[in-house]
Nanobody
Framework: QVQLVESGGGLVQAGGSLRLSCAAS????????MGWFRQAPGKERELVAV????????YYVDSVKGRFTISRDNAKNTVYLQMNGLKPEDTAVYYC????????????????WGQGTQVTVSS
């Protein structure tokens, strides 16, 4: 089992940047594929980005490509989401999640979830 704690959310103006972090504890972090998801009010939780166990492979949904970067540091048991060029439509609670599969995009295949961190982008 792995425990996940997100941090780094906040209020930012449109065009600004934030860096989210997700610290993992428990089982060996490098065993897990990692993903970032987000959920806006009244909407379903959606995938933002995925990174493989080694970090060699990444995936982004179209709406964040070229603006967000997912990365991980297995020595620090941490996964990051660098968010640049933020837009009001990026406003949501952001969650990190761990999957025992290396590289999956479906949220039902994620086994562990953090508590979320709020990102608010003002126009």
């Amino acid at each position: 089992q792995v425990q996940l704690v997100e941090s780094g959310g906040g209020l930012v103006q449109a065009g600004g940047s934030l860096r989210l972090s997700c610290a993992a504890s428990g089982q060996t972090f490098s065993r897990y594929g990692m993903g970032w998801f987000r959920q806006a009010p009244g909407k379903e939780r959606e995938l933002v980005a995925v990174i493989s166990r080694s970090g060699a492979s990444t995936y982004y949904v179209d709406s964040v490509k070229g603006r967000f970067t997912i990365s991980r540091d297995n020595a620090k048991n941490t996964v990051y989401l660098q968010m640049n060029g933020l837009k009001p439509e990026d406003t949501a609670v952001y969650y990190c999640a761990a999957s025992e599969s290396s590289f999956v995009t479906s949220k039902i295949l994620y086994d562990y979830w953090g508590q979320g961190t709020q990102v608010t982008v003002s126009s």
